[in-house]
């Protein structure tokens, strides 16, 4: 990418974008990044670039939250998935076989609040999709309370 150092966005594909937004996360050098459906508006081609990087962090050690619809890649290296309140479509899915190897051997929860206790932490349910939580680094208690003093922090500002 460093050949597209004086690039404009425009000029940039939405998964050169992509990797930008990450590699500028990174140069923070954060305990924890978010991604919201990194792969949503990317084409099908650069999907598994994105994901190829956002493995490579998760690989490293990188703390990631991660809301996406890319199951394969969830099963792939989440520790955790959590999804959102129990559906008829969630049950439905669930009921899917192939759904089910996706998800089998990682820890599955589900929230049942829109804002739910989870080993004594509160982390956020969003509807629609699966939300990742890969604790390579932090245990979930100190996880927690770095988010808690994230949260003060952003809301200060």
Known sequence: MWDKKDSYPAMLSCGQKQRIAIARGLAMHPELLLFDEPTSALD?????????????LAHDGMNMIIVTHEMGFAREVADRIILPPLTNQIVNLIKNTST??????????????????????????????????????????????????????????
């Not at 999709?129 to 100190?142: H, I, M, N, T």
């Open 44 to 56: 099908p081609e650069t999907i598994g670039d994105v994901l190829a990087v956002m493995q490579k």
């Open 100 to 157: 089910v190897a996706i998800i089998s051997g990682v820890d599955l929860m589900f929230v049942t609040k829109s804002w739910s206790a989870l080993n004594g932490n509160y982390i956020p349910a969003f509807l629609g999709a699966a939300l990742l939580y890969f604790s390579l680094c932090f245990p979930v208690a100190q996880f927690g309370r770095k988010m808690e003093q994230a949260n003060k922090k952003a809301y200060s500002l």
